[in-house]
């Protein structure tokens, strides 16, 4: 945080925020929800699709640090945020990877 870093300015960063949630409304809108902190299992099971690979990386994580169904449910969740922010349509290995890296940190703090 001290190094000054060329990174996105607070309005770019407003501006994808913005995006990310107009999508979540849209995309959850006929079920009665906003975010998508609030989908169930059912809306994950439809919106929060991954590829083989996708979910061969999120077994091995699971299976290695003993996860429950409910940090699958929240992995799953964050890494369609991170992808609806990077504008993508898809959940990609990257958005899952960076979910994942957020759950373990989550861990160790809590």
Do not use: W
């Not at 995006?19 to 995309?27: P, T």
């Amino acid at each position: 945080m001290a190094d000054p870093v060329d990174g996105e300015s607070s309005a770019t960063i407003r501006v994808r925020v913005e995006k990310a949630r107009v999508i979540q409304r849209e995309r959850l809108a006929s079920y009665g929800l906003h975010a998508n902190s609030a989908m169930a299992a059912r809306h994950i099971r439809k919106f929060c699709p991954l590829n083989e690979a996708g979910q061969k990386l999120l077994e091995m994580v699971v299976d290695k640090l003993g996860m429950s169904a409910r940090s699958y449910s929240r992995i799953l969740k964050v890494a369609r945020t991170i992808a609806d922010l990077a504008g993508e349509e898809n959940i990609g290995q990257m958005h899952l990877a960076e979910a994942i890296q957020y759950r373990g940190l989550d861990r160790k703090l809590g």
